[in-house]
């Protein structure tokens, strides 16, 4: 399993009831990691942004995008560290769901004339010190891979890619199942993708 799969063999057996061994190891080791990557593709993320929860705080480095706010990927806890490289001031913040929000210096959030004001440089390494991951959003994320894995397992077969409604001629099967589209859908009306390394 690759560090960037949300999902194991074990989470998609369910679904395979029609898989031979040799079947098995194809979807092992080519569809999940194929499945999980197009996910974060069509999320409009960094691969592996959904993965779970770090054990410890890690320091990832963000660019400032040049606004008063940042969009984070998914973290759990409180930001332990925020360094802005020198002669940059940090300034006051709060964190607003998955974003960090610049405050004034009253403590309230810029708006106005402050619109304008950049908190947050653009392109300035900003070193952020957090338990990144995602533990809320794991469990939908594991579910639509392991459709997509089932999808794009069962695309093999000619029959299924050619299923159509008699009577309307509508093609009944999609390279990406309504329930991922949902998915997708509600996750990317929470995710702004961000640059980070």
Avoid: H
């Avoid at 794009?152 to 000619?158: E, G, I, L």
Wanted: hydrophobic share 45%.
């Amino acid at each position: 399993m690759s560090t960037t799969d949300y999902i194991t063999l074990a989470d998609v057996q369910g679904y395979l009831y029609q898989a031979k061994q040799s079947d098995k190891d194809f979807i092992e080791s080519t569809l999940i990691p194929a499945a999980c990557s197009f996910f974060d593709r069509l999320c409009n993320v960094e691969a592996g942004y959904f993965k779970k929860v770090d054990a410890t705080a890690t320091a990832q480095i963000f660019y400032g995008n040049g606004m008063t706010f940042m969009v984070l990927p998914p973290f759990t806890g409180n930001i332990e560290e925020i360094v802005m490289p020198a002669p940059y001031i940090l300034p006051r913040y709060t964190v607003l769901g998955q974003r960090l929000q610049a405050l004034t210096s009253e403590g309230n959030i810029p708006i106005g004339t402050m619109i304008g004001t950049s908190f947050w440089p653009l392109g300035l390494a900003i070193t952020i010190k957090a338990k990144w991951g995602s533990a809320d959003k794991l469990p939908a994320v594991k579910q639509a891979c392991a459709e997509l894995v089932v999808a794009m397992w069962r695309s093999k077969d000619q029959a299924f890619l050619k299923a159509v409604q008699m009577e309307t001629g509508q093609v009944l099967t999609d390279a990406i199942p309504v329930r991922v589209k949902a998915t997708i859908a509600s996750l990317r009306g929470e995710v702004t993708a961000n640059a980070f390394v």
